[in-house]
């Protein structure tokens, strides 16, 4: 059975003073918007509509926790980069994910979606540069693998698993695909071991 096979939306967050208290374990998700996040998100849940794969990148900027029972939960963070967004917004959002990521005891580790076809966007680097400094694990989804050869996908993994590995710590990298269901198992054992690991 899919390790998220039971999550349910819990509660939506535009403040860090609106975040759930911090008991338990979640695990973030973080993306550059159009990455592929809600539908990588909706294909580990084996969920069609889970995260909303949404058609209007910049509008609805919400922390949504999901939870998946007993305290565990998956949290989709706003996707960033989108270029349309206003400036008080975009520097809203920094502060809040910036915080959010250095500053939540319950968040056990960070999944950062790249499109495959553009790994480590600057902004990319930026919530590595941020999250790393906790010293809690990465798990990069390099998304769209569909849309790669082969050949092209693998030398893709390998560059960007050797620039994770030579720029910041505890960071691992795979192919995903939600349109092929390419890569659910490996994601699922990593996010598995984070979420119910003691
Ligand atoms: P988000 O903004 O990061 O949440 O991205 P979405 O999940 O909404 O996906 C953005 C676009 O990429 C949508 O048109 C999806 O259908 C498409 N997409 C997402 N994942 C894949 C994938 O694995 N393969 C392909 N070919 N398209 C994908």
Known sequence: ?????????????????????????????????????????????????????????????????????????????????YAKVPEAMRAHWQMVLSRYLTERNSLRGLVLVMDSRHPLTSLDKQMLDWFCTTGKPVHVLLTKSDKLSRNEANQTLMKVRKELNDTWRNCSVQLFSSLKKQGVEEAENIIGKWLFSE
């Open 1 to 81: 059975m899919p390790l998220f096979q039971n999550a349910t939306f819990f509660i939506s967050a535009h403040n860090l003073s609106d975040l759930p208290p911090a008991n338990g374990v979640e695990i973030a998700f973080a993306g550059r918007s159009n990455a592929g996040k809600s539908s990588a998100l909706n294909t580990l849940a084996n969920h069609n509509r889970l995260a909303f794969v949404s058609k209007q990148p910049g509008r609805t900027q919400l922390i949504n926790f999901f939870t998946l029972g007993n305290d565990k939960h998956l949290v989709d963070l706003p996707g960033y980069g």
